[in-house]
Structures are given as C-alpha cells and as structure tokens.
C-alpha cells in the first residue's frame, strides 16, 4: 500500500534561511506525489506536484521538490523563507491505481522567526 | 471564478444527531471527494464522486454517506455522531481532464464539533 511518511512534525527557521521539508513515500510503482500548504482557518493548497515528468519540479511561492526514486524521497525545499511561509505542509501520495484519492502524510508545521 | 464552496462554515452538534455538510464544486468539475481532517493530523479520505456516482469510499462507517447532484454539488451526512466526529471536513473537486486532471482543489472546511 502507498504511504508517505514526513520525518520532522516540526520545523523553525529565521526568516531569510533555507527550508527543508523531508517527505519519504512507500509505493510499489512510480507514484504521483504532492505538496500541499494549510494556513490557519483555511483551506488546503497545491504547492506542487509531480506525475513523473521532471524529477526537480518547481512549484509556487519559490518552493521546489525533488523526486529521489534510490531514496524514494521527496523532500520540498525553498532558498530563502518568509513570515507568510509559517503553516502546515503536507506530503501527497495518489495511488496509480486509485488517482482520485489522495493519502495524506501527518504534517509539518513550519515555524519561521524574525 | 469561484473556488470550492462549503457550507456551513462552522457547526455544533450533540452526540447522537445527525448532519449535513454542503459542497459546491469548481464551475466545470464534475468529481467531489471528502476528506476528515481531526484536529493535529492529515486529512483522512471518505468518499469520492464523480458523474454523481460513488467511485471510491475510505475506511470509515456506514454512518457516513454522501451523494452528488446534477449540478454537481455534493452533500456529506454522517448519522448517530460520536465525539470523534469532531474535526474539519473538506471537500475538493477535480477536472478529471487534461494535464490538471491530477490536481484537487479544496474548499475551506466545514468545523464540526460533536459535544
């Protein structure tokens, strides 16, 4: 079965320094894999995605994730974080066989200091 | 355009009654999917809809049914509440064509808390 694990619930960074958000996924063939971000109070959204294209793929608001299939990781990184990054991120994996239903990892909640 | 729409935003229950929780999809998607979300984890999958037809169902009761519309709105209801119905459910609607076919779209979540 598919299942995304997220090695850290917490993450803090100072404003202006690099982020990484680790995410390994289990699937028994190439899966598609997400990114999505939680603010407080709202709703969920697609940071980016991968569906077997590009490896390095480049999402919104200057964040990017590779796909490490050796390493069965997807870890989602940005150069330089911002206030407006503080929230909840979550690591997606869709099942080939199932596209319509997403399995959710536990979150990481990112805590960026002044 | 519109994003996904939910109603209400927020609701309290008492254990035992039942509830209705609303969703109106992007203009032009015709599959709904619901989500649980308790409070401190990932959100959960329940059921998916799409052409008002139930095409996947998550681990989770019979308590918990859904249907979609014409229009392609959808309704969640979910009977006899126990306490860890608590939580934030959400809907997401996808175009199911073309390269964004993988791509859902949520709404902001109804808050159900089951006193």
């Known amino acids: 079965a598919q299942s995304v694990t997220q090695l850290d619930s917490h993450v803090s960074v100072s404003e202006g320094t690099p982020v990484l958000l680790r995410c390994n996924y289990s699937s028994s063939y190439s899966p598609s894999l997400f990114w999505y971000v939680q603010h407080p109070n709202k709703g969920l959204q697609l940071l980016l995605k991968?569906?077997?294209?590009?490896?390095l793929v480049k999402g919104i608001n200057g964040f990017e994730a590779e796909f490490k299939k050796s390493e069965t990781s997807f870890h989602l990184t940005k150069p330089s974080a911002h206030m407006s990054d503080a929230a909840e991120y979550f690591c997606?994996?869709?099942?080939?066989?199932?596209?319509?239903?997403?399995?959710f990892g536990s979150g990481t909640r990112l805590l960026v200091r002044p | 355009d519109a994003g996904v729409t939910q109603s209400p935003t927020h609701l309290i229950k008492t254990r035992g009654q039942q509830v209705t929780l609303r969703c109106s999809p992007i203009?032009?998607?015709?599959?709904v999917s619901w989500y649980q979300q308790v409070l401190g984890q990932g959100p959960q999958f329940i059921f998916q809809y799409y052409e008002k037809e139930e095409r996947g169902r998550g681990n989770f009761p019979d308590r918990f049914s859904a249907r979609q519309f014409p229009n392609y709105s959808s309704e969640l209801n979910v009977n006899a509440l126990l306490l860890g119905d608590s939580a934030l459910y959400l809907c997401?609607?996808?175009?199911?064509?073309?390269?964004?076919?993988?791509?859902?779209?949520f709404g902001p979540g109804t808050r159900l808390t089951v006193t």
């Open positions: 203009s032009g998607h015709k599959s």
């Open positions: 997606v994996v869709t099942p080939m066989d199932s596209s319509y239903k997403l399995i």
């Open positions: 991968y569906t077997s294209a590009a490896t």
């Open positions: 997401a609607s996808r175009s199911n064509t073309g390269e964004t076919s993988y791509e859902q779209y």
